[in-house]
C-alpha cells in the first residue's frame, strides 16, 4: 500500500510538472509589442530592437517615468542598437558594437546613454559605471499624443541619419553620423586593379561625391561601351559632363539618350534625358 501510494504521488507530482510546462506554452498577446528595425548606414547597418508600450491613459513623463531617472528607453528589456561600424553621436565617436540604449527624462532636455552592457532586463541592473557614452539633446514638445511609443530614423543619407523617439507628448532627436570617404576611396582603387573593374559605381560616387569629374566621365565612357542601346547610361554620362561645364557635350549625350529611350519606350529615361537637354541648352 505504501508503494502504491508513492507511486501516485509521483504521478500527480509528474502531471503537475507537464501542466505547468504546458501552461508556460501558451501564447499570448505581448503588452508592450516588439519591433526591429534596420537601417542601412555609410557602409554598414545600424539595428534597432524595443519594445513598445501604449500610454493607456495614464500619464507617462514625470508620472509612471519620473523625471531624472534612468529609463530602459521601452518596455520589458532593455533597448538594443547595433552599429557595425564606427559613428559619431552628437559629434562623440562611438565604436562599433552592440549597446543598451537608456535614457533620463527632463523638462528641457533628455540625457541618452550608451550603455556596453545591452543584455539586462529593463534598467533595474543598470550601472553608470557601464556607460560608453552620454550625450544630451533637446526636449521637443509633441502637439499630437503619440499613443504607442514610436522610435524610427529619418533624413537617411549617406553618411548621416537622425534616430528619434516620440512617445505621449514628448520626443527626442539623435544625431548620427559615419565617415565613409577614405574607405571608399581605397575600396575604389583597389577594385580597379582587378580584372572586372566596377566603372559605373566607381563614376557614380565620384560625381556624386566632388571628386575629379575628368576621370568620373571616363569611366562613364567606359560603361557606356558595355552597353550602346542604354539610354541610362547616356543620361548620366550627360549629368557629368553638364556639371563639368560642358552644355554641348550634355546636350549631345542627352540627345542620344532621348532616342535610345524613346525607341526602347522606357518612360523613365525619356523623361529624365529631356529634363537634361532642357538644362543644357539653358
Known amino acids: 500500500m505504501k508503494l502504491f501510494n508513492k507511486i501516485t504521488a509521483l504521478f500527480i507530482m509528474l502531471l503537475a510538472v507537464v501542466d ?120 521637443k514638445a509633441l502637439k499630437d499624443k503619440v499613443e504607442t511609443l514610436t522610435m524610427q530614423f529619418s533624413d537617411v543619407s549617406e553618411t548621416s541619419a537622425t534616430l528619434n523617439m516620440m512617445w505621449e507628448n514628448s520626443a527626442y532627436a539623435i544625431n548620427i553620423t559615419t565617415s565613409i570617404d577614405e574607405k571608399v576611396m581605397a575600396n575604389i582603387a583597389e577594385a580597379m586593379k582587378g580584372e572586372k573593374k566596377p566603372y559605373y559605381n566607381a563614376a557614380m560616387y565620384y560625381y556624386q561625391n566632388g571628386k575629379d569629374l575628368k576621370t568620373a566621365l571616363e569611366w562613364m565612357t567606359e560603361v557606356e561601351k558595355s552597353d550602346m542601346k542604354a539610354p541610362w547610361f547616356k543620361y548620366w554620362k550627360g549629368r557629368i559632363q553638364l556639371k563639368m561645364g560642358d552644355k554641348a557635350g550634355a546636350e549631345a549625350t542627352a540627345k542620344a539618350g532621348l532616342a535610345l529611350a524613346t525607341e526602347a519606350k522606357v518612360d523613365e529615361y525619356i523623361r529624365l534625358n529631356s529634363q537634361l537637354l532642357a538644362e543644357a541648352k539653358k
Do not use: C
Open 20 to 139: 505547468l510546462a504546458n501552461a508556460q506554452d501558451l501564447k499570448i498577446p505581448q503588452a508592450s509589442s516588439g519591433q526591429t528595425i534596420i537601417q542601412d548606414f555609410g557602409l554598414g547597418k545600424i539595428t534597432l530592437m524595443y519594445s513598445r508600450p501604449n500610454v493607456k491613459g495614464r500619464k507617462i513623463f514625470g508620472g509612471m517615468e519620473p523625471m531624472g531617472v534612468v529609463w530602459r528607453n521601452g518596455a520589458n528589456a532593455a533597448t538594443r542598437l547595433k552599429f557595425t561600424d564606427a559613428v559619431q553621436i552628437e559629434g562623440k565617436d562611438l565604436p562599433a558594437g552592440e549597446y543598451g540604449l537608456f535614457s533620463i527624462p527632463a523638462k528641457n532636455e533628455w540625457t541618452v546613454i550608451f550603455s556596453k552592457t545591452p543584455d539586462q532586463w529593463g534598467a533595474y541592473t543598470y550601472k553608470e559605471s557601464d556607460d560608453v557614452l552620454r550625450v544630451k539633446v533637446k526636449t
